[in-house]
C-alpha cells in the first residue's frame, strides 16, 4: 500500500525495515522509522472567497544510520580490544588514583585486568609522568587572569612479563581552556573541576586507543 502527497509516494511497509552494508572493514547499518499523521493548511475557495481549512497528510521518516569501521579512527568509548599478553597488565610508577580508575575501566571493558598489585602478570604497563595543571592563557585589561588552560600530560610503556617492548615509551598531551569570571569565581572553580575529571577520562581513553593500535 502506498500513501500518496503531491508528486511523492510513500510506503507505510517501510517502517521499521533495517539492514547494513558491508564496505572493506567498514559496516553501515540503517534503520527506517515512519510516523504519519495530519496538517491543518489554510485552503482558498475560489467560489465565495473565503478561507477554509483541510488536513493534508504528511509522513516523517527517519533514518538511523549507525558507522561501524575499524580503520577511520572513531572509537566508541567503552568498546574496547587488547591482544592476549595485555590480559593481566601490572601498572607501576607515578600515578594518580582518577587514571588509574579510569583505566582499569576500559580494560575490564576489554576483558582484561589492570591491577597495582605485584603478582604474576602478563604485562607491565609504566607510567614515567602523569602531571595535570592550568596556565593563564589571557588578562584582563585591569592585569587580572581572564582565561586559562588546562593541561595534562601522560608518559608512560608497556612491556610483556620478559620485558620485551609492546608499546615504546611515548607522551601524550590533553589541553582545555576556560574563561575566569571573578563575578562568578564558584562556578568558575566548579567549572575547572569538571574540566579535570574530564580530561582524565579522556586521558584513559586516548591511551586506551594508542595501546590498542600499536600492541600486538
Not at 500513501?3 to 534503520?31: C, D, H, M, T
Not at 614515567?128 to 592585569?143: A, C, F, Q, T
Amino acid at each position: 500500500m502506498l500513501f500518496s502527497y503531491g508528486a511523492a509516494q510513500y510506503s507505510p511497509f517501510l517502517a521499521g525495515q533495517s539492514g547494513e552494508i558491508q564496505r572493506g572493514n567498514r559496516v553501515l547499518r540503517w534503520k527506517i522509522e515512519a510516523v504519519f499523521g495530519t496538517v491543518a493548511a489554510p485552503e482558498r475557495n475560489q467560489s465565495v472567497g473565503s478561507n477554509r481549512v483541510k488536513k493534508l497528510p504528511y509522513i516523517v521518516i527517519t533514518i538511523t544510520l549507525l558507522l561501524l569501521s575499524a580503520g577511520c579512527g572513531f572509537q566508541m568509548r567503552g568498546a574496547w580490544t587488547l591482544p592476549q599478553v595485555l590480559s593481566q597488565t601490572q601498572i607501576s610508577g607515578s600515578f594518580s588514583s582518577q587514571l588509574y580508575t579510569n583505566l582499569q575501566r576500559n580494560f575490564t571493558a576489554a576483558s582484561a585486568s589492570l591491577s597495582s598489585s605485584k603478582g604474576a602478570s602478563t604485562a607491565t604497563l609504566r607510567v614515567y609522568k602523569d602531571y595535570i595543571n592550568r596556565r593563564v592563557l589571557s588578562v584582563s585589561e585591569r592585569g587580572k587572569a581572564a582565561e586559562y588552560e588546562l593541561y595534562y600530560i601522560v608518559e608512560f610503556d608497556v612491556t610483556d612479563a620478559k620485558g620485551k617492548v609492546i608499546v615504546a615509551r611515548q607522551g601524550l598531551n590533553l589541553t582545555r581552556d576556560y574563561l575566569y569570571e571573578v563575578s562568578s569565581v564558584i562556578s568558575t572553580d566548579r567549572q575547572d573541576r569538571l574540566l579535570r575529571v574530564n580530561l582524565q577520562k579522556d586521558m584513559a581513553d586516548l591511551m586506551m586507543r594508542r595501546i590498542q593500535a600499536q600492541a600486538k
